[in-house]
């Protein structure tokens, strides 16, 4: 089956920065891919790249199998949704979802028709009159949304298209796009650097830092199984607890040993950092810990633990047990029997 995309070793500098430091990435058909990370990273560059609004220094850009590094913008068949909408004012909403079509010599009647198909799939029925000003921030992204989906591109390309809206509206496209891109089938890649957007919309996230990928996986494993520290704690809440390494493949922390899987690379004794998410941990009332803080999150409570070694802990507990563990009382906190993972220099809790 041929890959839809291909990114191979992408190198880009600008000056004496390096957005992208040998990138390798393979895009399967009809799979929306989340490139996830902080600023500068290099995630929006290797979108551009993929666009063809920026050149790679080195490396090969594939689509579908074709080398495509040096073909124009205009001619690599992709669709792309920005940020801050980029609609024609002077156009009605019909008339922007058209203009591509327009540009190809599509005839009147069919890019009518295709536009109205398209508001209709964003669900904007009857709002094909409107010019942009007469639309919410929401809408206008559908709009948006709709004149990339007009030209039946091969790959759809979404430059954080979400960040510019309130919480609440954002929550309601994502998932629309989700279902859009679906129901179409579209190879889709997808820019944020919201990490519960990207767990809740991709089926691989790729984690980027330092113009390099980290990891590149399902939501679930890039949660469970991180391959770095830099994911562990990048996606999702984590933990820094000190740890020490003992004989036997174990782990001792808070009072507990726990194993680690494979070999940890630190010799008996050694300290190392353990990273626990917030449901790694048991609390039961009384004890030598204390609550400083009680968060509540509806099915679950976030307590941050002052414990006696003198660490800080995040805990989620379920609300329902969450009564007596009240800022100020005393608990006992200890991590549950979970293997460890070691990752790089830290070790990374499974």
Same mark, same amino acid.
């Given at each position: 089956?041929?890959?839809?995309?291909?990114?191979?070793?992408?190198?880009?500098?600008?000056?004496?920065?390096?957005?992208?430091?040998?990138?390798?990435?393979?895009?399967?058909?009809?799979?929306?891919?989340?490139?996830?990370?902080?600023?500068?990273?290099?995630?929006?560059?290797?979108?551009?790249?993929?666009?063809?609004?920026?050149?790679?220094?080195?490396?090969?850009?594939?689509?579908?199998?074709? !080398?495509?590094?040096?073909?124009?913008?205009?001619?690599?068949?992709?669709?792309?949704?920005?940020?801050?909408?980029?609609?024609?004012?002077?156009? /009605?909403?019909?008339?922007?979802?058209?203009?591509?079509?327009?540009?190809?010599?599509?005839?009147?009647?069919?890019?009518?028709?295709?536009?109205?198909?398209?508001?209709?799939?964003?669900?904007?029925?009857?709002?094909?009159?409107?010019?942009?000003?007469?639309?919410?921030? &929401?809408?206008?992204?559908?709009?948006?949304?709709?004149?990339?989906?007009?030209?039946?591109?091969?790959?759809?390309?979404?430059?954080?298209?979400?960040?510019?809206?309130?919480?609440?509206?954002?929550?309601?496209?994502?998932?629309?796009?989700?279902?859009?891109?679906?129901?179409?089938?579209?190879? /889709?890649?997808?820019?944020?650097? !919201?990490?519960?957007?990207?767990?809740?919309?991709?089926?691989?996230?790729?984690?980027?830092?330092?113009?390099?990928?980290?990891?590149?996986?399902?939501?679930?494993?890039?949660? !469970?199984?991180?391959? /770095?520290?830099?994911?562990?704690?990048?996606?999702? =809440?984590?933990?820094?607890?000190?740890?020490?390494?003992?004989?036997?493949?174990?782990?001792?922390?808070?009072?507990?040993?726990?194993?680690?899987?494979?070999?940890?690379?630190?010799?008996? &004794?050694?300290?190392?950092?353990?990273?626990?998410?917030?449901?790694?941990?048991?609390?039961?009332?009384?004890?030598?810990?204390?609550?400083?803080?009680? =968060?509540?999150?509806?099915? /679950?409570?976030?307590?941050?633990?002052?414990?006696?070694?003198?660490?800080?802990?995040?805990?989620?507990?379920?609300?329902?047990?969450?009564?007596?563990?009240?800022?100020?009382?005393?608990?006992?906190?200890?991590?549950?029997?979970?293997?460890?993972?070691?990752?790089?220099?830290?070790?990374?809790?499974?």
């Amino acid at each position: 089956m041929t890959v839809p995309v291909q990114l191979k070793q992408l190198r880009r500098e600008f000056g004496a920065t390096t957005a992208l430091d040998g990138l390798d990435l393979d895009i399967a058909p009809g799979e929306l891919v989340a490139l996830l990370g902080p600023s500068g990273c290099g995630k929006t560059t290797a979108l551009r790249i993929v666009a063809g609004f920026e050149q790679a220094d080195s490396g090969e850009l594939l689509m579908d199998g074709q !080398d495509v590094t040096q073909v124009p913008a205009h001619r690599r068949d992709i669709g792309m949704v920005f940020q801050s909408y980029s609609l024609f004012p002077n156009m /009605t909403a019909a008339e922007n979802v058209a203009y591509g079509l327009r540009v190809r010599g599509v005839p009147s009647g069919e890019r009518a028709a295709r536009a109205s198909e398209l508001l209709d799939l964003v669900g904007l029925p009857g709002r094909g009159g409107h010019y942009p000003h007469q639309l919410s921030g &929401g809408q206008q992204q559908r709009v948006a949304l709709a004149r990339a989906l007009a030209i039946r591109p091969r790959v759809l390309l979404l430059d954080e298209p979400l960040s510019a809206l309130d919480a609440k509206v954002r929550l309601t496209l994502r998932e629309e796009i989700r279902r859009i891109q679906l129901e179409l089938g579209i190879t /889709t890649v997808f820019v944020t650097h !919201d990490q519960e957007e990207a767990l809740s919309m991709a089926d691989r996230v790729a984690v980027m830092k330092d113009g390099r990928l980290e990891q590149c996986a399902p939501p679930a494993e890039l949660y !469970d199984r991180p391959a /770095t520290p830099f994911v562990a704690e990048f996606v999702g =809440t984590m933990n820094r607890v000190r740890g020490v390494v003992r004989d036997g493949g174990v782990v001792e922390l808070l009072g507990r040993r726990l194993p680690v899987q494979g070999e940890s690379g630190f010799g008996a &004794g050694t300290e190392v950092d353990v990273l626990l998410r917030p449901e790694g941990f048991a609390v039961t009332a009384g004890g030598d810990s204390v609550v400083r803080v009680a =968060t509540f999150l509806g099915a /679950t409570t976030r307590l941050h633990v002052a414990t006696p070694s003198g660490a800080e802990v995040k805990v989620d507990v379920p609300s329902s047990v969450a009564a007596e563990l009240t800022p100020g009382a005393a608990c006992t906190v200890a991590p549950r029997d979970l293997p460890v993972l070691v990752a790089e220099r830290a070790l990374v809790a499974g």
